[in-house]
């Protein structure tokens, strides 16, 4: 079966500090990956996508980047933290193929920037 | 493009209440359309979809039916329970756009003893 893993769960880190959230997907090859921001009480927000190993297209223009240096793998970053970047973080994953499919989450990871 | 707007929240109920929340979309092409479900300070997990007209989607006593013709996709459940407090976002995706979905805002639901 497969699983998605993120972590940390939980990060508290300064305005201006950097970032890195780590996605890893198990039991599935070649999979479609996603990063999405839920502010509080707020629906989600498609940050950045993937197709492939190194194949990053973003959503909305922001201080964050994304990366896919594994088929498995998806790193979010920055280089700087903004206040405005804090909220839960979710990162999810879906089959690629020619019908849409179920996208599957994570666990999500809830960042505080102070 | 597309897009999904559901009702707004928060909806609150009492145990054994019927339930309906509202969704509607705008797309193009023939999308597919999901209820997903986010327990307190969890990741969303899939609740049912439906990828044609007139399809019907159900999942632990909750459903929802594919009305093209109304561009709808409205979830119900016949008697609520206190565990069924969480968040619901509706979503729908396409095949022809990497497989992104788009969401709703989410409907928060409580239900009281």
């Known amino acids: 079966s497969q699983t998605i893993h993120q972590w940390p769960a939980t990060l508290v880190q300064p305005v201006g500090s950097p970032l890195s959230l780590e996605c890893t997907v198990e039991?599935?090859?070649?999979?479609?990956l996603y990063w999405y921001r839920q502010a509080a009480g707020r629906g989600l927000q498609l940050l950045f996508y993937?197709?492939?190993?190194?194949?990053i297209s973003s959503e909305v223009p922001q201080n964050l980047s994304a990366s896919r240096p594994q088929d498995r793998q998806f790193i979010l970053s920055s280089k700087k933290l903004l206040l405005s970047d804090s909220g839960f973080y979710l990162c999810?994953?879906?089959?690629?193929?020619?019908?849409?499919?179920?996208?599957?989450f994570g666990p999500g990871t809830r960042l505080t920037v102070l | 493009g597309n897009s999904v707007t559901q009702m707004e929240g928060p909806v609150t109920l009492s145990e054994e209440a019927f339930l309906t929340i509202n969704c509607t979309y705008t797309?193009?092409?023939?999308?597919?359309l999901f209820w997903y479900v986010q327990y307190p300070g969890e990741g969303l997990q899939l609740l049912l979809k439906a990828t044609k007209a007139d399809d019907k989607g159900s999942n632990k006593g909750f459903e929802a039916t594919y009305r093209k013709e109304t561009t709808s996709f409205h979830l119900e459940k016949g008697s609520v329970q206190v565990s069924d407090s969480a968040v619901y976002f509706c979503?729908?995706?396409?095949?022809?756009?990497?497989?992104?979905?788009?969401f709703g805002d989410g409907t928060t639901l409580t239900v009281k003893p």
């Open positions: 797309a193009t092409g023939y999308p597919s």
């Open positions: 979503a729908l995706s396409d095949n022809t756009n990497a497989g992104k979905s788009t």
């Open positions: 999810a994953w879906s089959r690629v193929s020619g019908a849409a499919d179920t996208q599957y």
């Open positions: 993937s197709v492939g190993i190194g194949q």
């Open positions: 039991g599935t090859s070649n999979p479609n």
